[in-house]
């Protein structure tokens, strides 16, 4: 398994801990080993890059070789963990070159080249998009939506190579009382409205900000997470200006990265959860308001629509982009204590029947079908 290194802060590597701990329960594994990009810190400018392009081919290559040592190698992809997505920095193909086993491809992430701005952009983007999911090495992709499965199609990767396994949602610690909770977190008498995980644009931030302002006065928007150990933009100074320039700073509160053991403590104190997200891959950040039981109001993109398919629904949707129609929804659930309950449960319902041990099930139903092809190979 290449995944990031047990420290390192980052949802994909508290997925591959979970993932593993459910593999290791499954009789047909015999020994997991873990490799990791353990990546180093990418030069600014191309012309650094160029100049440390040669030695960064070679270590990737030299942990692609070390994949080697098990009937199977498995990749929880993102491009950052391949030195980012700009192709002169980006290091998979070196990594793939060195595979001499069946390679499974778990994508985190497909970024969109008809989502940038200039011609340039857009061409460098599809060229690493070739780069990392096209190589002849990969033998199976796994994602989370139907939206990513379609992506990687239009790639040109063959629908039976694409195996779509919902994300799994994690077991959830006992929750305190909310009281005790709210005490603790400082925010007894308001409707707290909670967006879990990194900051980043696309879990919608702005909107959430928005629609915070078209809710009563009392409601308190809790933005539980930090930056991403990967982001070099000024993102998150950004989010914190707009917040202080609209008057916000007593309605908003960042909580910083939270640990395992913080988790439970936000989720007691939360009336309502929101994923206003503009993109997603299946996102670790929704799954935990699920497992937790969270009354939830998503936008209502493809994935999330997948998601509220689900009977009975866990989900309650809005119009993307809209943020009137987000703060609409939250007062609604407000005010229908009922429906708001009626939510939580679903979302627990979800939670049981799209846990790890299922997806744990589901993902080495793929490593065995990729052996059984590898055995029928050789004995022809």
Not at 1 to 21: E, K, S
Not at 36 to 59: F, H, I, K, N, Q
Not at 161 to 166: F, L
Not at 210 to 235: F, K, N, S, V
């Amino acid at each position: 398994m290449f995944a990031p290194q047990r420290r390192a802060r980052c949802g994909i590597r508290d997925y591959t801990d979970l993932l593993l701990a459910h593999l290791r329960n499954i009789p047909d594994i015999t020994e997991i080993a873990t490799v990791s990009p353990d990546p180093m810190e990418t030069p600014w400018g191309l012309a650094r890059s160029v100049l440390r392009y040669a030695p960064e081919e070679r270590r990737y290559h030299a942990l692609g070789r070390a994949m080697n040592t098990g009937d199977i190698a498995h990749v929880q992809h993102q491009y950052f963990f391949f030195g980012g997505v700009a192709p002169h920095r980006n290091h998979a193909r070196a990594f793939y070159a060195a595979l001499r086993v069946p390679l499974v491809l778990t994508v985190h992430e497909i970024v969109s080249p008809e989502a940038q701005r200039s011609a340039l952009t857009r061409h460098l983007v599809a060229l690493a998009n070739r780069q990392n999911f096209l190589h002849p090495a990969i033998r199976a992709c796994i994602v989370h939506t139907e939206q990513d499965a379609q992506s990687l199609q239009a790639l040109g990767i063959p629908a039976d190579r694409i195996t779509r396994i919902p994300h799994g949602t994690p077991p959830p610690c006992a929750l305190p009382d909310a009281q005790t909770a709210r005490q603790r977190l400082e925010c007894q008498g308001r409707f707290v409205v909670t967006l879990f995980g990194f900051l980043s644009a696309k879990k919608g931030h702005a909107l959430a900000l928005e629609a915070l302002a078209a809710m009563p006065p009392d409601t308190l928007l809790l933005l539980a997470g930090d930056r991403h150990p990967d982001d070099r933009t000024d993102y998150v100074a950004r989010l914190k200006a707009t917040i202080a320039q609209h008057n916000l700073t007593d309605r908003v509160r960042i909580t910083g990265y939270l640990p395992v053991d913080e988790i439970p403590w936000v989720m007691a104190a939360t009336d309502a959860g929101i994923a206003p997200y503009t993109q997603t891959s299946g996102s670790g950040s929704l799954a935990n308001l699920l497992a937790y039981g969270r009354a939830v109001v998503a936008s209502d993109i493809p994935p999330h629509r997948e998601i509220a398919a689900a009977s009975p629904t866990p989900l309650r949707l809005f119009r993307a982009g809209d943020a009137q129609d987000l703060a609409r929804q939250l007062r609604t659930l407000r005010e229908n204590v009922a429906e708001r309950m009626a939510l939580q449960q679903a979302a627990l319902a979800y939670a049981r029947s799209h846990s790890y041990a299922r997806m744990a099930q589901e993902t080495v139903a793929v490593y065995r079908r990729l052996l059984a092809e590898s055995d029928h190979a050789h004995c022809h």
